[in-house]
C-alpha cells in the first residue's frame, strides 16, 4: 500500500480512565519509530463529519499517561450514519451524512484512522471500514462488553473506584445497623458489579444476567442478622432486575447511538428490602466516579500494549480489526465480529461459582 506517513486518532463515546494512555502510545510509536505524523479528531464521529481536528506535536501526547478522560474530547451521538439534528418542535431527525464523513477523512490524506471506543463507536468503525476506510479499533469501556476481548482498558480503574467505595461504607453501614446498596454501572452487562462485589466482599451480588428474587434477597439480610452480623452490603448493577421485572431506566438519550440510560434499581432495591425486612436501607449510586480521574497502572499498562500493537497493525495492513486481549496476549479480532452485539458474563463464569462457594447471594 502506498503510504502518507499521516494518521489520525479518534476516541468516541463515553469517556473512561486510560484513554489518553492510548493515545500516547499510539502517537508516539507511530512518531518515533515511523516517523509519521499524527492528528487527532476532535469530540468522536462529530469531528468527523465538521472536520475538526488538531496536529499532534510530540509534546501534545506527552505528560498525559496518568490524565483520566480525553484530550481530545468525545461524544456518543455523533454517528455519521444517523446523525440527528433538531427540527424544532418536531423533534430529532437523523440524516445519514456518511458521505460528508467519508469525504472529511479522504481530505486528511490518512493512512489508517484508530478509533479507541466501545461497541458503538467500534461498529460506526466497522461501517467506515466497509465503506473503504481504513481503520483500527482499540476496545475502550469501563463496561468492558465488547465483543472478542477479555478485558476493556478502564474495567480495572472502574473496579477498583468501586470497590473502594464499597469498602468505606462498612463502617458506616456496620455503625447504623444498616443494609447499604450500592448501583454500579455497567449497562446490561454485571462484569464490574461481580468483581467489585467479589472484591469487596459483599453479602449480595445482583446482575443483569441473573434475575433476582426478591424474597432471596430479603432471606439473606435477615439471615445475617439472626447471626448477629447486623449489617449487609449489596451490590446492584444498574442494568439488574427481578425475576419477570423490567429494567429501570433513569432517561433516555434519543439521539444517542444507545438511547437507554439505566439507572434507579438501588432506590426500587432500597424500599423493597427496607419494607420486607423491616432493616433499615440506604441507597448509593457510584454513577460516573467509575469513569473518572486517573487510570490504575494495570489500565495504563494495558492502553500502552493496545496502543502500540494497533501501530503495528497499521504498518501490516491489518484495517477493519480490533487489537483484543484473550488470556494474556493481545489478539486481532475483526471489527464484524465486535460489531455483532455486547458481550455479557456467562452463566458459567468460574467467579460466579467461587462467589457462591464463599457464601455470597446472586438473588436466585
Ligand atoms: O458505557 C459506559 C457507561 O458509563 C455505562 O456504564 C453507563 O450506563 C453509561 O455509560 C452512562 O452514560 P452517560 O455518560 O451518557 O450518562
Known amino acids: 500500500m502506498r503510504r502518507n506517513g499521516k494518521i489520525a486518532i479518534l476516541t468516541g463515546g463515553g469517556d473512561c480512565p486510560g484513554i489518553n494512555a492510548v493515545i500516547r502510545a499510539v502517537a508516539k510509536k507511530a512518531m518515533l519509530e515511523y516517523g509519521m505524523e499524527v492528528i487527532g479528531i476532535k469530540d468522536g464521529y462529530e469531528g468527523i463529519i465538521h472536520n475538526y481536528y488538531r496536529q499532534f506535536s510530540f509534546d501534545d501526547v506527552s505528560g498525559i499517561l496518568t490524565l483520566g478522560g480525553t484530550i481530545l474530547g468525545t461524544s456518543n451521538t455523533a454517528n455519521p450514519y444517523r ?25 486528511l490524506g490518512i493512512d489508517c484512522l ?6 458503538g463507536t467500534l461498529s460506526i468503525a466497522n461501517s467506515l471500514f466497509i465503506d473503504g476506510v481504513p481503520v483500527i479499533g482499540v476496545p475502550k469501556t469501563i463496561d468492558n462488553d465488547i465483543q472478542g476481548t477479555d478485558i476493556t482498558f478502564g474495567f480495572n480503574s472502574a473496579v477498583t473506584i468501586a470497590t473502594e467505595g464499597v469498602d468505606r461504607l462498612h463502617t458506616t453501614a456496620q455503625s447504623h445497623h444498616r443494609v447499604m446498596i450500592v448501583e454500579l454501572m455497567g449497562r446490561n452487562a454485571g462484569w464490574i458489579t461481580l468483581q467489585t462485589g467479589v472484591a469487596s466482599g459483599c453479602e449480595v451480588i445482583l446482575i443483569p444476567e441473573i434475575p433476582y428474587d426478591i424474597a432471596k434477597v430479603v432471606e439473606k439480610v435477615k439471615d445475617r442478622n439472626s447471626q448477629g452480623k447486623r449489617f449487609s452490603i449489596i451490590v446492584v448493577a444498574e442494568g439488574a432486575r427481578q425475576m419477570g421485572g423490567d429494567v429501570v431506566v433513569q432517561r433516555v438519550i434519543k439521539e444517542s447511538t444507545d438511547p437507554i440510560r439505566l439507572g434507579g434499581i438501588g432506590f426500587v432495591l432500597g424500599r423493597e428490602i427496607e419494607e420486607l425486612s423491616g432493616i433499615e436501607t440506604r441507597t448509593v449510586v457510584m454513577g460516573h466516579l467509575q469513569r473518572s480521574g486517573v487510570p490504575t497502572p494495570f489500565d495504563r499498562v494495558l492502553a500502552t500494549r493496545l496502543g502500540c500493537r494497533a501501530v503495528d497493525m497499521i504498518m501490516n495492513n491489518r484495517f477493519g480489526y480490533m487489537v483484543g486481549v ?39
Do not use: H
Open 114 to 119: 484508530v478509533c479507541i471506543g466501545g461497541d
Open 83 to 107: 446523525y440527528p439534528s433538531k427540527k424544532g418542535n418536531s423533534g430529532t431527525e437523523f440524516n445519514n451524512v456518511s458521505q460528508t464523513a467519508l469525504t472529511n477523512i479522504a481530505g
Open 326 to 364: 484473550i488470556g494474556d496476549s493481545l489478539k486481532e479480532v475483526s471489527l464484524g465480529e465486535v460489531a455483532k452485539g455486547q458481550r455479557n458474563i456467562p452463566l458459567d463464569e468460574p467467579l460466579i461459582r467461587d462467589a457462591r462457594s464463599v457464601g455470597t447471594c446472586f438473588g436466585d
